[in-house]
């Protein structure tokens, strides 16, 4: 890498740093071309457990920002690849969407509805159920919600995907698997005994090992700060908050410890990490 440069790679978050719903934020397409033109490597990193990485890697290219599907990094993949390689025998319940599914499947993992799919009229018994999955479900009903809560009642392990409470979404945000992890713990008084997604170092792991290069050497771009940025630091990272997504000015002023660098949009990262 250049000598010259802050960081040799960066992380980026994606929904209100790079992007909010079709269109790319101001400044992301200039920003992050300019970083690679510099010899930076970019990593996305998402909680979204909605679409498989090659899905998000499809719209960063279709926005300008080309991208393989091996630089994106999302919560479910993370989750499905550390449950088959820790807790491979479990059966699973999802409170989550189809690519949930298929990403637990996909790494040879059992899926509770699997066992209810052979036979329409199965009724999936909480008893059956080893450990309960939660992530965003925009199909969450009642059911669902009452065969989760009554397997974790008699013991069943905890997971999720991510904790956070909304996910940005173009019209406004939306309840996301934080509401529904809220929801179980009052009923239940249980956590998750693992989250795989922002804050969790699980999935900056996942990113830096890709990469290949160390915290210190790497700057984690979000808007969140009770997730992107408390991991980046957490992780000794250098961070920096854009002022494109859910947090403001005053959201940063009360912290008590601020990110290293505070931004109106992704092109203002170039100066600072291509320095002179």
Do not use: W
Request: aromatic content about 6%; some cysteine.
């Amino acid at each position: 890498m250049a000598s010259n440069l802050l960081v040799d790679a960066v992380v980026f978050d994606l929904d209100g740093t790079v992007y909010l719903g079709e269109a790319a934020l101001t400044g992301a397409v200039e920003g992050i071309a300019g970083l690679r033109a510099a010899g930076v490597r970019t990593m996305f990193v998402s909680n979204k457990p909605l679409e498989p990485r090659e899905a998000y890697a499809a719209k960063l290219t279709r926005l300008g920002i080309p991208t393989p599907g091996e630089d994106v990094i999302t919560s479910a993949f993370v989750l499905a690849h550390y449950l088959a390689a820790h807790e491979p025998d479990l059966c699973y319940y999802v409170i989550g969407e189809e690519y949930l599914r298929q990403e637990l499947r996909g790494a040879g993992l059992c899926v509770a509805d699997e066992l209810a799919a052979q036979d329409p009229k199965e009724v999936i018994e909480p008893a059956d159920i080893n450990a309960v999955v939660v992530a965003l479900d925009r199909t969450l009903d009642y059911r669902k919600l009452n065969t989760a809560y009554q397997a974790l009642s008699r013991g069943a392990r905890f997971f999720a995907t991510n904790a956070d409470d909304t996910c940005p979404m173009p019209g406004g945000a939306i309840p996301d698997a934080g509401a529904t992890l809220a929801a179980l713990n009052q009923l239940t008084r249980r956590r998750p005994e693992l989250v795989a997604g922002k804050p969790s170092p699980l999935i900056l792991r996942t990113a830096l090992d890709r990469l290949g290069v160390p915290p210190a050497r790497c700057l984690m771009v979000g808007d969140r700060l009770e997730t992107d940025l408390r991991m980046g630091q957490e992780s000794g990272m250098l961070t920096a908050v854009p002022l494109t997504g859910v947090s403001t000015l005053e959201d940063i002023f009360r912290l008590k410890r601020a990110p290293d660098f505070v931004i109106n949009g992704l092109h203002d990262l170039v100066p600072i990490v291509c320095r002179s």
